[in-house]
């Protein structure tokens, strides 16, 4: 039997690894991080989902609903390495989260559910770590279910991801005779027995042995035709020696070339120390990375991961407890000890370090110092906001923080008893101050609060958290989507002539302007806005020209439909006039955004609405009924299969026809059915307005 010392003083750069786990609803994200803890020997009891004893999954939203919500940072030791890792959602409505994991992260496990392969929230999340170029490993979960297929998981990965998958193991039994894999690297037998927390490693069983051999000849293969150094030596011998291969394979990882596949079954314990290995090998620690880079004073600065260095973190992640309120960074450079002063660089107020904390999800163990590569708590700063960079004092940088989506969906809300309207408005903006894709505004026509968010369940949860955090009986009313406009046939050559003369000097400028829908390029969604200038002779100066260029962008605010933001749409300044004294900066802003205003109301609009990839999951016997619904709900059906005795139906349906959707399809299905969705945009409404 094999056995690993545990040695958590282990802190050398070399020998950390900030990792985070992504994947669709239900793969097994939480299980995996669980089964992590307990091989570590981090917890001593296996914390289970169902039962709603995870580590991870600590908040009562979380283990009420079985899901996570809140990505949760634990920090564990494995053969001398620190792995620090944040378990992330895997609803659509909590993306932003994984967003936010994913800008301080160094690398990736990616879990696949192995009867339903790549799914599409499992989909997003990688595009989301592609953006980023964080390198993954793949972890095919439950195959211990019915149905589950090693080959079929890894075709998708391939299909669907456009990556080279390069598979290291070869499962060893089926379904439930599951219990074990070959190790195609080592080629060696690791088998778990029942109820034992350890692999036995031993030889290839012989009725493998040739499957085996033809699977490592296919994973050399595809590593030679990936690595130059892998490609010489298949050459020369014909075979890879397991040192190459496994230098080859953390070459590709970390290029993000290929992706290590291996697999198991994290409920039933097996293939979990393996991936630990994998993790240790593959993945990159903070020296392997790029230096971080950040502004300072207009110009991009580096930041090495050195502890000696200048210190600078960011905070991906602010959390309100009843003990206090924890900001959660990641350092990039420099030592931060207790009691120190740091800059908050992007708001410019100092802030005072009270404690630090290494994070074991909602427990904490103080420590005297965090330093370059490591990701912890602390507590003391006031009014850091998540995507601020802390930094010293007189060494101050501005880091790139995470985007923040625009939120889809919006909920009036308001306290039962009137004496509660200001408490809840202090308990609105401090969510909002926790979690950024949240945004609290008061209507202007209605006087109404208004929250908005990225879907029904992350509005639910936050009208959740307000009444059992602050004991507030609380009413939301029901859910508006948020819509846009955008141009099917502009116009050409408009012109505006901004003049005004009242005492003193005035304000002249002069624009002609032509404007068109932007296309999208390569299937992409079409960007929000293009300017251009095709002006010559520098009849307008360029400074003017950059303020026409801004009224544009601050006459795409609202629309003439509605008054709903515009989308995809391309201006060019055409020709203008400039008068000696009158003319200015301020006026040829002001002339931009009247010109597009006058040329959007001239052009012809259509009302956009946000459109989802619904996956509906169901029994074969109520196919029907969940067709007939969806197309009731203005869905078109972009496909069908079965998968492990279930129907999966895929549709675009308009969001705002899903609100209390999953109500309707246990109804529908007894209790059967499940369906997860997946953002693609925004597509024209049903009704369609236009001038022009």
């Not at 999954?57 to 949760?72: C, K, L, N």
């Not at 598979?167 to 190790?183: H, M, S, T, W, Y």
């Not at 960007?527 to 400074?543: H, I, K, N, T, W």
């Amino acid at each position: 039997m094999r056995t690993h010392q545990h040695r958590s003083s282990a802190t050398a750069l070399t020998t950390v690894r900030n990792l985070g786990i992504l994947a669709h609803v239900d793969a097994g994200k939480t299980t995996v991080t669980e089964r992590i803890l307990y091989t570590t020997g981090t917890t001593h009891k296996r914390g289970e989902v169902h039962d709603g004893t995870t580590i991870t999954d600590f908040d009562s939203q979380e283990r009420d609903r079985g899901i996570t919500i809140f990505a949760a940072a634990v920090s564990c030791a494995w053969d001398g390495h620190r792995i620090n890792l944040i378990d992330t959602p895997g609803h659509v409505d909590f993306a932003d989260e994984v967003e936010r994991a994913l800008r301080v992260l160094d690398g990736a496990i990616a879990v696949f559910d192995a009867v339903a392969g790549v799914e599409p929230q499992s989909e997003s999340v990688w595009h989301q770590a592609d953006r980023h170029s964080v390198p993954r490993i793949a972890f095919v979960n439950k195959l211990d279910r019915a149905g589950a297929d090693l080959d079929n998981a890894v075709a998708s990965i391939r299909d669907r991801l456009h990556t080279v998958p390069l598979v290291v193991q070869l499962p060893i039994g089926a379904e439930d005779a599951f219990r074990g894999v070959v190790d195609l690297v080592r080629m060696r037998a690791l088998v778990w027995a029942d109820g034992a927390d350890a692999y036995e490693e031993g030889e290839v069983p012989a009725g493998l042995r040739e499957e085996a051999a033809r699977r490592r000849r296919l994973l050399e293969e595809a590593v030679a035709e990936l690595h130059p150094a892998a490609l010489e030596e298949f050459c020369v011998r014909s075979e890879l020696s397991a040192g190459t291969l496994t230098g080859a394979l953390r070459d590709l990882t970390r290029t993000g070339e290929g992706v290590v596949v291996l697999c198991g079954s994290a409920y039933r314990n097996r293939g979990v120390e393996p991936l630990l290995e994998a993790v240790v090998a593959y993945l990159p620690s903070p020296l392997d990375v790029p230096p971080v880079r950040g502004m300072l004073d207009g110009a991009v600065r580096e930041r090495a991961a050195d502890p000696q260095g200048p210190f600078a973190a960011l905070a991906f992640k602010v959390h309100a407890t009843a003990t206090g309120r924890l900001t959660y960074l990641r350092v990039y450079s420099g030592t931060i000890r207790k009691g120190e002063t740091v800059l908050d660089a992007t708001t410019r107020r100092t802030e005072r370090v009270g404690r630090i904390l290494r994070v074991q999800a909602d427990r904490h163990v103080d420590v005297d110092a965090a330093v370059a590569g490591d990701i912890v708590a602390v507590i003391g700063p006031k009014a850091v906001r998540p995507g601020a960079t802390l930094c010293a004092p007189g060494a101050p940088l501005v880091l790139e923080p995470p985007t923040v989506a625009d939120p889809v969906v919006s909920v009036a809300v308001e306290a039962r008893r009137s004496t509660d309207t200001e408490r809840l408005m202090a308990a609105l903006v401090r969510l909002a101050e926790e979690d950024p894709s949240l945004v609290v505004r008061t209507d202007a026509e209605t006087g109404q609060t208004v929250l908005s968010g990225m879907g029904e369940l992350h509005l639910e949860v936050a009208a959740e958290k307000i009444r059992r955090d602050h004991g507030l009986d609380i009413r939301a009313g029901r859910p508006q989507v948020a819509h846009r406009e955008t141009l099917v046939r502009g116009v050409s050559g408009l012109v505006y002539r901004h003049v005004k003369q009242d005492g003193g000097a005035g304000q002249f400028a002069h624009v002609v302007i032509d404007v068109e829908p932007l296309a999208a390029v390569d299937g992409e969604e079409a960007a929000e806005f293009a300017f251009g200038s095709s002006v010559v002779g520098g009849r307008v100066p360029q400074e003017y020209v950059r303020a026409v260029e801004a009224g544009c962008r601050d006459a795409l605010a609202e629309g003439p439909l509605g008054g709903h933001p515009v989308t995809g749409v391309r201006v060019t300044l055409t020709d203008g006039a400039t008068h000696p004294k009158d003319s200015s900066e301020m006026a040829f802003r002001t002339a931009g955004r009247f010109a597009l205003r006058e040329a959007l109301r001239a052009s012809a609009m259509v009302l956009l609405e946000p459109v989802v990839e619904v996956t509906v999951t169901v029994p074969g016997d109520a196919v029907g009924g969940v067709l007939g619904d969806l197309a009731a709900r203005r869905g078109r059906v972009s496909g069908s299969a079965t998968r492990g005795g279930a129907a999966v139906v895929t549709a675009t349906v308009p969001l705002a026809e899903l609100f209390g959707y999953a109500t309707r399809l246990r109804s529908r299905t007894q209790g059967r059915g499940t369906f997860t969705t997946r953002a693609t945009g925004y597509a024209p409404a049903a009704t369609v307005s236009g001038t022009g």
